[in-house]
């Protein structure tokens, strides 16, 4: 399958701070990409989503900018909350329709 | 949305012997996934479970091993068969009720002795 991987593999951020997480992929013809959030002991939940055919796209507190010249996509959220404390996986969607997802990202929120 | 459930929640079994997973989601749809989530790792996706047709494996995992049903638009099974602890996961099954967004159960934690 394709190559989705993070930069970052922990991240510790100061309630109230910004958090922006990190995702590179590999195959240029995906179209479409997801940010998931999973806590501990539960399956991942879907944050936000981005088609190809756009650089950003704005939700409750989260944004996601995808930089296709670079293959590079982040996820960023505002003003980050003790509860959004979790690992965060990006996923693409390849030619085939199946989804690819990243190695993920630990967040940690310090109070 | 979906709300979706797995059953077991988490199971301890011994080496060589099988255990069934069910997925079970509250409306009709068409598209039904099953991953695995190793320790510490990311998702990676066993198969494709469509209603009415055989599921479709990804590379690296063969039905023999990965038995999946699919009677109705609501359930599927998966089983994970002649076990070892190297099958000591999380298995997650997901459904895809409109285009392109995938729902995921809770997940069942599998340990193998």
């Known amino acids: 399958g394709e190559s989705v991987g993070l930069h970052l593999p922990t991240l510790s951020v100061q309630e109230g701070d910004n958090s922006i997480i990190n995702c590179a992929y590999s195959?240029?013809?995906?179209?479409?990409f997801i940010w998931y959030k999973q806590e501990s002991g539960k399956g991942p939940q879907f944050i936000i989503d981005i088609r190809s055919n756009m650089d950003k796209r704005q939700g409750q507190r989260v944004t996601v900018l995808l930089n296709k010249t670079v293959k590079h996509l982040s996820l960023q959220i505002a003003a980050t909350q003790p509860g959004d404390s979790a690992v965060y996986f990006c996923a693409e969607r390849d030619g085939a329709n199946n989804l690819f997802f990243g190695t993920g990202t630990r967040l940690t929120v310090i109070p | 949305s979906a709300v979706i459930s797995q059953k077991p929640s988490r199971d301890i079994c011994q080496r060589g012997t099988s255990l069934t997973i069910q997925c079970q989601v509250d409306?009709?749809?068409?598209?039904m996934f099953w991953y695995r989530q190793q320790p510490g790792q990311s998702l990676t996706l066993i198969a494709t479970?469509?209603?009415?047709?055989?599921?479709?494996?990804e590379s690296g995992f063969v039905i023999d091993k990965f038995p999946i049903s699919r009677p109705n638009l609501t359930f599927s099974t998966l089983t994970v068969s002649n076990m070892s602890p190297e099958d000591s996961s999380i298995y997650l099954c997901?459904?895809?009720?409109?285009?392109?967004?995938?729902?995921f159960g809770p997940g069942t934690r599998l340990t193998v002795l």
């Open positions: 997901s459904v895809e009720p409109t285009t392109d967004t995938q729902y």
């Open positions: 479970a469509n209603q009415g047709s055989e599921a479709t494996y």
């Open positions: 409306s009709q749809v068409t598209m």
């Open positions: 195959n240029s013809a995906s179209d479409y």
